[in-house]
């Protein structure tokens, strides 16, 4: 339970998290929206718009969070495949692998002294790790965990994403409920646009306008094909 913790509020300042769970959370958002404004369009009662998006909520979290996890398992698996190869050259040739790392500063810019001293050291305190960092960009090989948190975060980000949709379901009246699933939707991508623009340090504004260009435009295709269906 502490790791997980631990793990969590790492994620909570890292950047990159934060625009991964808003763009999840977006898509939870979209993607159930969606498929309520063209069930509305088809026609549907309330009892079938509910059902409609509870299950969209519970098999869009599942193959959301499924996909990462398979995603970052097979990462983590091509990582450990590298970490072997790099593993048996060093034993097999030390020498090589620091030649190898001495030229890959050298090419940085590094005079050949200094390249081969850096090399040197590098190797003496991590000599595995300086191969993975130079040649595979690897800084560290994924946890066992890793994928599982992936999963885990892509899909209850969907979910919180979807329920924005499903509580209008469920609190709104039905001849509301399509402007009212509009309305929220636009305001939720609003506040996760902002989210996202201020963890990556990019422009709100554009930030706002391609996540409202995709989600109205989305809601509105939905709705026209519920139309032309019935």
Not at 204 to 226: D, N, W
């Amino acid at each position: 339970m502490a790791s997980l913790l631990i793990r969590f509020r790492d994620a909570v300042t890292d950047a990159a998290s934060l625009r991964s769970w808003t763009v999840d959370a977006n898509d939870g958002i979209i993607a159930t929206a969606g498929v309520l404004e063209g069930f509305a369009g088809a026609g549907a009662n309330d009892a079938t718009l509910l059902t409609a998006a509870i299950v969209a909520t519970v098999a869009g979290g599942l193959s959301l969070g499924g996909a990462k996890w398979s995603e970052e398992a097979a990462e983590r698996e091509a990582q450990l495949r590298v970490a072997r190869e790099e593993a048996a050259q060093l034993a097999l040739s030390p020498e090589d692998e620091v030649v190898e790392l001495a030229g890959y500063y050298e090419r940085k810019g590094l005079t050949a002294e200094l390249a081969r001293q850096v090399a040197e050291q590098l190797t003496a305190a991590d000599a595995l790790g300086a191969q993975l960092e130079t040649e595979h960009g690897i800084r560290e090989v994924m946890s066992r965990a890793a994928p599982i948190w992936s999963g885990v975060t892509a899909g209850v980000a969907f979910v919180l994403g979807a329920l924005v949709p499903l509580l209008i379901t469920i609190l709104v009246p039905g001849r509301l409920e399509a402007w009212a699933v509009l309305l929220a939707v636009i305001v939720s991508l609003i506040l996760t646009s902002i989210v996202s623009a201020r963890s990556g340090r990019t422009t709100v504004l554009r930030t706002i306008g391609r996540s409202l260009t995709v989600g109205v435009g989305t809601l509105g295709v939905s709705y026209l094909a519920g139309v032309l269906i019935f």
